[in-house]
């Protein structure tokens, strides 16, 4: 297996299935000439020709819409936002009309399309820039939302959302293009909607995704120093959500914290946490934390946009607090 | 025009430069985080309309927002502090390089969402219609701006509702790395307006008096007819779209080409040539605008951060 980077493996997940399906194409802003913004896409213009790697204008919502209705016809197209940010700027398309087309029409429209979209703060973009605005689109039945956490899963999950049948929302962390990982090489798919144990351990279980998972990575070393052995659930997909692995976990450590980047109102945190006080009540040993966002958009300035973000500092703060 | 305008239109464009140079250096140096776009190469645009405004004229851009900032009176220490993100800052180190704005000096904001600033120009106007005033909002945007539904909803409501807004379209050729004949499908912008029935023209805009004159014949139009206006100003960006971009998509070749078009060099001999100024008096201008970009330079950074306090400061208005 070779270890690559976060950006390597995306953009490997996209070429593969490129080559193996003609039905699928990309589009989206500077994706061809550029490059892609983030250079997922670098060499693909030269490689598959314009026809298949769509610079488009800036205009979300003709670039989710014209995918929308490509897709109704059996194309697989793979559109990029730019940054998830700009999404609100095409929402209607991805929560009011891609999710529904299946459903309201009694099953007739399949809408295979995968929306890629670049999350989270920590770059200092200002607070139209930085979001990590999940949960919201995790709100919307007929919507898969997917967030992967480590190469290889971002490798797997793409492969398999563009295989999808449904409207995929798949969102990638601005910070961890540069993450390394073991990749399989070759074809290497990992299910939708299945969440998964990164780090086994018995006291304590972190849930998290994404970016969460690298820090509570760090933050279950930090706490293996003071002898908590952290057990990590990794959602990986937000919709629709695997509580398994999150309740086996717990039942076997009885103490938990939820992680995720974005705002704790509403969030991620909120809908893992009542589910396990639903389905698991009489195991908890401890009221189950979040860590998540302070409460303000992000500011710019480096100190604050940090001091809003969580930090694995937040994490073991957490996983100590439930552990008295 | 008298010859103090003149040469207070000269300063700012050079002071542009000179504090753009500096962020640039400041940038590379890590002081400066997060997207920054310059406006070196398109100084004459919002030096000429800006001259052109009334101070009760209301002004709003994109993120593209250093140079409209200064022309709107903000301090180069503002500026300066602001990309620091100091709390001396124009929004207090909150905002950065795209969120520049003070509402004293009628500058309302620069915007990162693209176009979403449109509406809001709109709505400027409206709020201006509806106090019964003839004030005028002066609303800049790039090439790329004219592609999202935000221009296309805003022109149409402020044709329909007969709102005072002079839309300046900034055509420098590209949005990012798409050339506007890749994403456009016509490319003289001018003529979206045709399609609400706005007036409309375009000037060249590396040249700072003629953007001033068409600006103040188009605030004027604006003004008397209440009747909105587009203006497409010609210009170039000779730095990429942001600090850090590859420039992939255009050729060493027309980005000499363009320099050599340099809208400051256009202007100093326009200057000398209509004896407007002596070239010691030039100098003099070129040397106060790095004294001042100098003396940002150090307001910003002996400035403070600011405090934790300001984390939750502001996110409701008291
Ligand atoms: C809605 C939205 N989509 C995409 C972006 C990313 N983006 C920022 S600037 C830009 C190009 C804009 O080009 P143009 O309007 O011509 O202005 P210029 O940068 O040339 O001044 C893009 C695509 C954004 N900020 N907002
Ligand atoms: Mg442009």
């Known amino acids: 297996m070779a270890r690559i980077t976060m950006r390597e493996a995306i953009s490997q997940a996209l070429m593969e299935e490129m080559d193996r399906d003609p039905a699928v194409f990309i589009l989206g802003e500077e994706v061809g000439v550029w490059g892609g913004t983030y250079a997922v896409t670098k060499g693909f213009y030269d490689k598959y020709g314009a026809a298949r790697v769509k610079d488009t204008p800036i205009a979300e919502n003709a670039i989710i819409g014209a995918a929308i209705g490509a897709a109704m016809v059996g194309q697989r197209p793979v559109a990029e936002l730019m940054t998830i940010n700009f999404a609100f700027s095409a929402m209607d398309y991805i929560v009011n009309q891609a999710p529904k087309l299946h459903y309201m029409f009694g099953g007739q429209f399949k809408v295979p399309l995968v929306m890629r979209a670049v999350g989270g703060g920590g770059r200092q973009l200002g607070a139209t820039h930085s979001q990590t605005p999940d949960a919201i689109f995790a709100h919307f039945p007929g919507l898969i939302v997917v967030s992967p956490g480590t190469p290889a899963d971002a490798k797997g999950l793409l492969k398999s959302a563009i295989r999808s049948d449904n409207p995929v929302l798949f969102i990638e962390h601005a910070t961890m293009y540069q993450t390394r990982g073991e990749v399989p090489e070759g074809e290497y798919l990992v299910p939708l909607e299945k969440s998964t144990v990164q780090r086994p351990g018995k006291d304590l279980t972190i849930v998290t995704y994404c970016k969460g998972l690298e820090l509570s990575l760090k933050a279950a070393e930090e706490l293996a120093k003071t002898g908590i052995e952290a057990e990590i659930v990794d959602l990986r997909t937000l919709r629709p959500l695997d509580m398994q692995p999150v309740l086996e976990s717990f039942k076997k450590t009885n103490r938990a914290i939820v992680v995720e980047e974005g705002w704790k109102s509403y969030g991620v945190g909120a809908e893992v946490v009542s589910r396990m006080y639903e389905s698991a009540f009489d195991y908890a040993d401890a009221p189950i934390l979040r860590v998540a966002q302070k409460e303000v958009p992000l500011p710019y300035n480096r100190a604050l946009e940090q001091a809003a973000l969580p930090q694995v500092a937040d994490i073991v703060a957490a996983a100590q607090e439930v552990m008295k | ?318």
């Open chain 2, 1 to 318: 025009m008298d010859k103090e305008k003149l040469l207070q239109m000269y300063f700012e464009m050079v002071q542009i430069r000179r504090l753009e140079e500096r962020g640039a250096e400041l940038y590379q140096a890590g002081k400066i985080g997060g997207f920054m776009h310059l406006y070196i190469g398109q100084e004459a645009v919002s030096t000429g309309l800006i001259a052109a405004r009334e101070p009760r004229d209301r002004v709003i851009t994109a993120y593209r927002d250093h140079g409209v900032a200064l022309n709107c009176g903000i301090s180069a220490n503002e500026v300066m502090a602001e990309l620091l993100g100091k709390v001396t800052g124009t929004s207090k180190g909150k905002g950065g390089s795209m969120h520049m704005a003070d509402t004293s000096k009628n500058m309302w904001g620069g915007h990162a969402i693209v176009g979403g600033h449109l509406p809001i120009a709109s709505g400027l106007a409206l709020g201006d219609q509806y106090a019964g005033n003839d004030n005028v909002t002066l609303c800049m945007f790039g090439d790329g701006a004219t592609n999202i539904g935000y221009f296309h909803e805003a022109l149409n409501l402020a044709k329909t509702w007969g709102l005072r807004v002079l839309w300046v379209c900034e055509n420098n050729q590209y949005g990012m790395g798409t050339a506007v004949e890749r994403a456009s499908a016509v490319d003289e912008i001018r003529q979206k307006a045709e399609g609400y029935g706005m007036k409309n023209s375009r000037v060249d805009g590396m040249n700072v008096l003629k953007v001033y004159e068409a600006a103040r014949d188009a605030i004027k139009t604006v003004r008397e007819t209440g009747q909105p206006y587009l203006l497409e100003a010609m210009t170039y960006r000779f730095r990429g779209h942001s600090m850090g971009d590859p420039e992939r998509y255009r050729q060493q070749e027309e980005v000499k080409k363009w320099q050599e078009n340099d809208p400051i060099g256009i202007f100093h001999a326009y200057l000398l040539g209509k004896n407007f100024a002596t070239a010691a008096e030039l100098d003099a201008l070129d040397a106060k605008a790095e004294a001042d970009t100098n003396t940002a330079v150090e307001f910003a950074e002996a400035s403070p951060e600011p405090g934790m306090e300001e984390l939750f400061a502001d996110v409701y208005a008291d």
